[in-house]
């Protein structure tokens, strides 16, 4: 039962090797299979070769390709990427590595492009939550997660290690050479260690123009891309164990990075000398047990960031801040189940957050939350249900300001129905809400401690469609409407050249409607030619009910689509197989969206899409690959002024034994 | 099959990315058209303030949150009646990058118009009868700008830097002439200095500080004309902002406070004797001079109300008296006033409102009863406004 539903979950799986995917399931039925069975909202999911076969070099590019999301791009080897599920914001999403959530306390926001792709074995996104009940109280209360999963060793019949070595260069001066090597120390205990390096100058061409009424230039500027420069380094650890019915796993991770900060492209502005310097550390682990119908899981975690940014520019503000973070968290998860169709679990949480900035006036908050969930799950025949409720209880110390205690329950309830087989209708409502971060409540001359929580609410209907026709042909389809209610929004808005930098303001309201749309197809064609597609659409009606007094209907934002929410976007991916070659294509488009919900001319953004191509071989441990990206080279900014690469390529050498 | 063709194609329009036009202005109709004309043949005599003959209409620059490079000029024609919104790009077409990022000063000298542009660190100099473009001088970080005969004065934050632990810049204002837009000479005044005013042969630099929070200036620089440097520092009050000459050789200094203890308030100085004469206890964001009076408007956080107290009054400059507590009188609600003109012949008051900076902000015309006459959508942060007309002869 596990196993089928598994498998159907995970298509690229049946591009791996017949050896690995077994493995993969085997130990994904071992670990995971208990739950996955009541698996309600399905995720979005991209696994191993398909991963692979994609041009992206970050977590943040490889989001792009799933429904419902848009991806808020700075550009370049090091701009920041920040992910926005369903126009519900970033802050609402929960990013998890290896189970266990990152953390920013500061701004909440977290940087995708940090997250390199070299081992990372599955990306999933799931909008409200993922419908396993062993999971921790951070799990249940994001509105949507996307779980990053880190490769998990496994080891060919007879061998108790594996080394891999890989390099990958290309446009913006990238060198970015990794190593991984994976060990078996016996049969409960793994080993992985992985680490990576990538220097980039992060210069490129970009160009601006524009046209007068009959079509010739107004005028045209081609620049390079300057102060984009990048230096990174990754480290990581992991032990992987098993017990009697259970399992654990521990691991430390290190990223430091060195980069210039481009900024904005404005008149007489070509260049700018923001630099930022980055290290973050952390140190999780997780531990799952059964006896018998209990499960228990633990999971602990230890962050520490540091974040120095520097300003040096003099014609402006001379910054030059460090900032500080510690993050403490530990979860207990406890999962019963009554009967073969009812389980009920109950979970704790608790996370400790400090911020250090040597800022003036600065407060030095601390801010300790405790988090728990009651959960419960139903089957019964075809039809799946799940409901939950989340207490969340925060209080914030600092020293000027006396304790802010927040303390909220958010329910949840999820349907699912299955009147034949090919077919599953779901159903989800979900209440969550984010906390104001440190930044927007206590930064210096920026913050507002009157800042109310953010709530979200989401109300989703979908069906998924899959089928098998003989050996050859399978197909997924999948479609979802929904409806989100965002209130208290807090919006902000950058300020000054400086990424990281905003101004907060608690206005808005924001009423999404939306559809998401995916198909997914494999066809073995021939003797050895396999072809899979896959699509994605997305349509939101995403509009600002902020200021009822600004209702001008050609100008007003009443109603007017929210900042850089396209109505239309969507993604196509083709995948071609034929013994050792690969050819994957991928497009991306987004539609025309504006940067204001003022939805006037001077606020519209045209369309941009892009076409990648790339290209792949391999022979036993050894594997080629070229990608070129932006094939047709257009010039686009995903945020205003912030210019995106044109035609650029990469190659890529893996070796392995 | 035809329609879904037609369909398809349609659609691929839609779908497809353009190339952006330049933005042709926006003409509204908010008003009949007036002219305006001083039809009295003598100027009273020696008065500091301008003086006009006739009154053609005003150009206001929107200032566009910082990074965003929406800089724009939008223009008032009272003798049509009609609000031009973005003229710049229809006027300079092939300038890349258009206008450039947050407009901070608005002037017109000798048939010109000169905005500064604080971050595209430049002066746009263009002629103030078309805007079209006859030059730049790039200055770091500028912020306001004066003239005097062949000169214009420029103040910048982006002075000399002393490399230390502080990291101390000082600011200078800069001297440009206006037949070669050359910056000639520079002067060393204050930590970044703000708002300067032209008096009896010297400058007035009202230094801000504001980059040192803690630690803000709190005087005035005096800058002798003739050698341009600085003869000495007139004590006032923490971050100053705004400094302005009245038609009695009083100079109206607005300091910010220190957002703490200090309080917002507004100073008087003599020019004769260079020190503090007066005070008036309102918070003033910005104010205009026309004659006598003295229109103004703060924006002060209340942690009260947790929003904004915003006042506006009038203020007497020869008895030094708040005569009017709010020249608004019809009820109209201002979310974000940033910017404050008013009209030399008719009295007019216009008050813009820059709302939360990122949406389009509106200017709001009053009549000088305070009923609003008009109001009409402006760029993003409408903030500075500058008359063009026919001036006086004295």
Redo the contacts between chains.
């Keep these: 039962m596990a196993f089928t539903v598994i498998c159907a979950g995970s298509l690229a799986a049946t591009a791996q090797t017949v050896v690995d995917s077994t493995a993969i399931k085997l130990d994904d039925v071992v670990v995971w299979g208990s739950t996955n069975r009541k698996e309600i909202v399905p995720a979005q999911r991209l696994i191993g070769a398909e991963l692979e076969a994609l041009s992206s070099s970050s977590v943040g590019d490889a989001i792009r390709y799933f429904s419902g999301v848009q991806l808020k791009d700075y550009g370049g080897v090091g701009g920041l990427k920040t992910v926005d599920v369903r126009s519900m914001g970033t802050n609402h999403m929960g990013v998890f590595y290896d189970g266990i959530q990152l953390g920013n306390a500061q701004n909440g926001q977290v940087d995708l492009s940090k997250f390199s792709l070299d081992n990372v074995e599955s990306i999933s996104l799931y909008n409200g939550q993922k419908s396993d009940i062993l999971q921790s109280a951070k799990d249940y209360a994001a509105a949507g997660v996307i779980y990053i999963r880190t490769r998990r060793p496994q080891f060919a019949e007879g061998k108790n290690y594996n080394v891999r070595a890989s390099l990958k260069a290309g446009s913006f001066g990238v060198i970015n050479p990794s190593f991984l090597w994976e060990q078996k120390w016996s049969a409960r205990l793994n080993s992985s260690f992985n680490t990576e390096y990538l220097t980039a100058t992060g210069k490129y061409k970009f160009r601006?123009?524009?046209?007068?009424?009959d079509?010739s230039t107004?005028?045209?500027?081609t620049a390079i891309r300057q102060n984009g420069d990048m230096e990174a380094f990754r480290l990581e650890g992991g032990l992987f164990g098993r017990l009697n019915d259970g399992v654990w796993n521990a691991k430390v991770y290190y990223y430091t990075s060195n980069k210039g900060i481009p900024?904005?492209?404005?008149?007489?502005?070509w260049k700018t000398s923001q630099r930022q310097w980055d290290h973050n550390f952390f140190a999780q682990g997780q531990m799952k047990k059964s006896w018998g119908r209990y499960e228990l899981m633990l999971n602990g975690k230890f962050a520490w960031d540091y974040l120095h940014y520097l300003s040096p520019d003099?014609?402006?503000?001379?910054i030059?801040n460090v900032f500080r973070q510690t993050e403490a968290y530990i979860s207990v998860a406890n999962h019963y189940s009554l009967c073969d169709q009812w389980d009920v679990a109950v979970t704790a949480d608790y996370q400790f957050n400090a911020l250090n900035a040597d800022l003036?006036?600065f407060v030095y908050p601390k801010r300790h939350t405790f988090l728990w969930a009651a959960a419960s799950t139903f089957e019964w025949g075809r039809f799946k249900a799940m409901g939950n409720v989340i207490g969340t209880h925060a209080f914030d110390v600092t020293d000027v300001h006396r304790a802010q205690c927040v303390g909220k329950l958010t329910p949840a309830l999820f349907l699912s129905f299955q009147p034949v087989s090919a077919i599953t209708l779901r159903a989800y409502y979900k209440q969550s809400f984010r906390q104001p971060t440190f930044n927007d409540l206590y930064y210096?001359?920026i913050g507002n401690i009157?800042l109310e929580p953010e709530f979200a609410t989401q109300y989703n209907v979908g069906a998924t469609c899959q089928k098998r026709f003989g050996q050859s042909w399978h197909f997924e389809g999948k479609v979802d409407a929904y409806f989100n209610k965002v209130d208290n929004k807090i919006v902000a808005?950058?300020?000054?050249?400086g990424q990281y930098r905003w101004?907060m303001?608690n206005?808005g309201k924001v009423k999404i409607l939306g559809v998401d749309v995916s198909a997914q197809t494999e066809w073995n064609l021939l003797k050895d030619w396999t072809l899979n597609l896959t699509l994605n659409y997305t349509y939101q009606r995403a509009r600002d009910y902020t200021d009822p007094t600004?209702n001008?209907p050609a100008?007003g934002?009443w109603g007017g689509q929210i900042a850089y929410i396209p109505w239309?976007s969507g993604s196509v991916v083709g995948n071609l197989r034929y013994k050792r070659w690969m050819l994957n294509y991928s497009f991306i488009?987004v539609?025309?969206r504006y940067h204001?919900?003022?939805n006037?001319?001077?606020n519209h953004e045209?369309?941009?899409?892009t076409h990648d191509v790339k290209v792949g071989w391999n022979i036993h441990s050894l594997s080629l690959s070229l990608e070129i990206n932006n094939l047709l080279n257009?010039q686009?900014d995903v945020v205003?002024?912030y210019p995106m690469p044109g035609r650029n390529w990469k190659c890529i050498v893996k070796y392995g034994f | 099959m035809h329609s879904k063709i037609r369909f398809l194609i349609l659609l691929l329009c839609?779908?497809?990315?353009?190339?952006?036009?330049?933005?042709?202005p926006e003409v509204e109709k908010v008003a009949e058209g007036e002219v305006l004309v001083d039809s009295a043949s003598q100027a009273a005599s020696n008065t500091f303030l301008p003086v006009y003959e006739r009154v053609e209409g005003f150009y206001l620059l929107n200032e566009g949150?910082?990074?965003?490079?929406?800089s724009?000029l939008d223009y008032y024609d009272f003798s049509a009646g009609q609000y031009i919104r973005?003229i710049y790009?229809n006027a300079n077409?092939?300038?890349?990058?258009?206008?450039?990022?947050v407009g901070n000063d608005l002037a017109i000298y000798g048939g010109r118009l000169y905005a500064v542009?604080n971050?595209?660190?430049?002066i746009e100099v263009m002629n103030s009868q078309t805007a079209e473009r006859i030059g730049?001088v790039?200055i770091?970080?500028c912020r306001y700008i004066r003239f005097s005969g062949r000169y214009a004065y420029v103040t910048s934050?982006?002075g000399p830097?002393v490399i230390s632990d502080e990291?101390k810049?000082r600011g200078y204002v800069a001297r440009i002439d206006t037949a070669t837009l050359q910056v000639v000479d520079t002067c060393v005044v204050g930590f970044q200095p703000d708002g300067l005013e032209i008096a009896d042969g010297k400058i007035y630099v009202a230094n801000s500080g504001g980059?040192r929070?803690?630690n803000y200036e709190h005087t005035l620089s005096v800058v002798d004309l003739q050698s341009f440097r600085e003869l000495r520092r007139i004590p006032v009050s923490p971050n100053l902002h705004h400094v302005r000459l009245d038609n009695h050789g009083q100079l109206w200094v607005s300091s910010r406070g220190d957002y703490f203890a200090v309080p917002a308030k507004l100073y008087c100085v003599a020019v004769s004797t260079e020190e503090v004469t007066d005070s008036v206890d309102v918070a003033v964001s910005d104010f205009w001079l026309d004659g006598d009076s003295l229109y103004f408007y703060g924006t002060a956080w209340s942690y009260v109300s947790?929003d904004d107290e915003i006042t506006y009054g009038i203020i007497d400059v020869k008895t030094h008296q708040i005569v009017s507590r709010g020249f608004i009188t019809d009820g109209t609600v201002i979310k974000k006033p940033y910017g404050i003109a008013v009209n030399p012949l008719t009295k007019d008051i216009y008050l813009t409102d820059a709302?939360?900076?990122?949406?389009?902000g509106t200017l709001y015309c009053f009549d000088p009863a305070g009923k609003k006459k008009w109001s009409v959508?402006t760029?993003d942060i409408p903030a500075h406004i500058a008359f063009r007309g026919i001036p006086k002869k004295q």
């Design positions: 601006y123009r524009r046209v007068l009424s079509g107004a005028w045209d500027t900024g904005a492209i404005v008149n007489n502005v003099t014609t402006s503000l001379y030059n003036a006036n210096t001359d009157s808005i950058p300020k000054g050249s101004m303001m206005i600004d001008d100008s934002t239309h488009y539609g025309e204001n919900s003022a006037i001319r001077q045209e369309p941009w899409y257009q686009y205003l002024n | 839609v779908a497809c990315r353009h190339d952006t036009e330049v933005f042709l949150n910082m990074g965003s490079n929406k724009t973005n790009g077409p092939h300038v890349p990058k258009e206008l450039g990022d542009i971050c595209s660190n430049k730049q790039d770091p970080n934050y982006a830097v990291y810049q980059y929070v803690n947790m709302k939360n900076y990122v949406n389009p959508r760029g």
